[in-house]
């Protein structure tokens, strides 16, 4: 009898002592964790920072590249007998690349801030937050959506460096040539803003199986 109450005994001391080391322990592992989240983060805006300093380098090589192509076009419309049809031509031709610039720019920061979300989504999901049903199919719906976004985002790049300059065949035909420009601006943002709205519903769906679960968010019929 002596004997089991020792053993039991040495056994209580024995949990307690785990019990105090976890305890111990505990804030260690909390601060390795929410460490580790900022890391990742901070990398992700890192991350954002070093794209857009790419960005903005790139647009300035563009604007050296077209330079000359701009001058020429200058030269081609200073020769024009309607000036004022050449005057419009010049202002259209502006517009064209200033749209483009604008548009890439504003639809590379909604792809920013997906990015931004699914890393907190992510660092919810590692956190084992209860409101997680699946992880593994979070995480995998999360990669998922990363790769979808890192492809869109490279297709944003290549659109910001694409040229709209108008090339003029004709004085009489300048107005052919510039609509020729304006419709294939028109055409290329149409497609890449396609890629946005698939980029924003991978998100969605990211979000959705991590509350839902894989099956939930697949029957939505909604992605």
Do not use: W
């Not at 954002?48 to 050296?64: G, S």
């Not at 200033?98 to 931004?116: G, P």
């Not at 992880?135 to 910001?160: C, D, G, N, P």
């Not at 090339?167 to 420009?181: P, T």
């Amino acid at each position: 009898m002596s004997a089991r109450i020792l053993t039991l005994t040495r056994f209580t001391y024995l949990v307690c002592f785990l019990v105090l080391l976890a305890i111990a322990a505990y804030p260690v592992i909390a601060q390795d964790s929410s460490s580790s989240s900022t890391t990742r983060r901070e990398a992700v805006k890192e991350k954002i920072e070093t794209r857009k300093e790419n960005i903005a380098q790139r647009l300035d090589d563009k604007r050296t590249r077209i330079a000359t192509k701009e001058a020429a076009l200058r030269t081609r419309l200073n020769a024009f007998k309607n000036q004022k049809k050449a005057t419009a031509a010049a202002r259209i031709n502006e517009n064209l690349n200033n749209i483009n610039e604008n548009r890439t720019a504003s639809m590379q920061k909604h792809l920013d801030k997906m990015l931004v979300l699914l890393q907190k989504l992510e660092e919810r999901v590692n956190s084992g937050s209860p409101d997680v049903k699946d992880k593994s199919a979070a995480l995998a719906a999360i990669a998922s959506s990363k790769s979808v976004i890192a492809t869109t985002s490279a297709a944003v790049t290549a659109q910001t460096e694409k040229d709209y300059t108008i090339v003029v065949s004709s004085e009489s035909r300048i107005k052919i040539d510039a609509k020729a420009q304006r419709d294939l601006l028109h055409k290329d943002l149409l497609a890449l803003r396609k890629l946005i709205i698939d980029a924003k519903q991978s998100v969605i769906k990211a979000i959705r199986t991590a509350k839902s679960g894989a099956r939930e968010a697949t029957a939505s019929g909604q992605l």
